[in-house]
């Protein structure tokens, strides 16, 4: 009977001892992981600001040497001009607008029905196979989409408008529309299925249709995710580089034709990044005075976007 005591006894001492390294070994660990998570937000913050201070610096260094009411006034953009060139950042803030505006009248058209049909009508089984599906465009690399707009939209736009050329603002228009459609849907769709269902009950309850539920209940209820999904997916298209790159052409042209070639901010960032401009020259140094404007036209819809989330958010 001893023995199975002093057994018992040794069992339950090693049983402490286990427990108390176990639990010095998660000490260990909840002294560690805050820390890493820590230096993980740090790393994160860091990289913002020096992005930030990057353009920033950079593009003072450009405007030591063009005029900066030059940039934001003159009506002409050619920095590769064998004379003075000149610098006037318009006619790139009209090529980025007019894509930015077709792709959004052509995703928030679709990417509206189709929200309302994957929350609104789709069954379970219809809504786990369509989701996937549109969500698998957003996966595309833009470089394709961009090919696609080139060899495949254009061709089919141009047998009903043969004045277009070749490179135009319409086709990476559309395939940009294409590219945030899966975007619009998506987050709206979500917001639409966080309406509780007994607001669809209520109205339906009154008589209301299936469609007047949709679109006088749960579109109204939900409209502060919607829009800002919106917000969200134009800002997506005012960065989009590939395909303007591809699809839009080099033409920076102060108008608003939308058949002809133009070029974006983010094209020409490209065109000058490919190694036509060397470096310390007052066009290298154009890029970043183009990035930092295109900076804050994102910047500037991102925090719209989140206005709008909290300004008009119904909390059920």
């Known amino acids: 009977m001893a023995y199975q005591s002093t057994n018992k006894s040794i069992s339950v001492q090693e049983m402490i001892e286990a427990k108390k390294r176990k639990k010095s070994a998660n000490g260990v660990a909840d002294k560690v992981v805050p820390f890493l998570l820590l230096l993980t937000a740090i790393v994160s913050i860091l990289t913002t600001i020096g992005i930030v201070f990057t353009l920033i610096f950079e593009t003072f260094t450009f405007f030591n040497r063009v005029s900066i ?30 894509v930015t505006i077709i792709a959004v009248l052509v995703a928030v058209p679709v990417g509206l029905s189709s929200a309302i049909y994957l929350s609104e009508y789709a069954s379970d089984r219809v809504r786990r196979i369509i989701k996937p599906i549109l969500e698998v465009l957003a996966g595309i690399p833009t470089i394709v989409y961009g090919f696609f707009a080139l060899t495949f939209v254009t061709p089919i736009l141009r047998e009903f408008i043969p004045s277009m050329e070749v490179f135009n603002a319409l086709s990476p228009g559309i395939v940009i ?6 975007m619009i849907a998506s987050l709206s769709e979500d917001a639409m299925s966080s ?38 997916a ?23 034709n939308i058949t002809s070639s133009i070029q974006t901010m983010t ?34 819809m991102n925090l719209l976007a989140q206005f709008i989330s909290r300004r008009f958010r119904e909390e059920y």
């Open 195 to 232: 309406v509780p269902n007994s607001m669809r009950e209520g109205a339906l309850a009154l008589g209301s249709t299936k469609f007047e539920v949709s679109m006088k209940v749960v579109l109204p209820a939900a409209i502060s995710g919607i829009i800002a999904s919106i917000v969200l």
């Open 69 to 98: 009411v030059e940039f934001f006034t003159e009506k002409s953009w050619y920095p590769f001009s064998e004379t003075q060139g000149s610098y006037g950042i318009m006619p790139l803030i009209s090529g980025t607008l007019k």
């Open 267 to 300: 094209a020409y960032i490209v065109q000058v990044s490919q190694g036509d401009a060397g470096f310390g020259t007052t066009i290298y140094y154009s890029i970043y005075a183009v990035g930092t404007t295109l900076f804050v036209f994102t910047l500037a």
């Open 234 to 256: 134009t800002s997506r298209a005012i960065g989009e580089t590939m395909i303007v790159a591809v699809a839009g052409g080099s033409t920076p042209n102060l108008n608003w």
């Open 177 to 182: 529309g294409i590219m945030i459609t899966p």
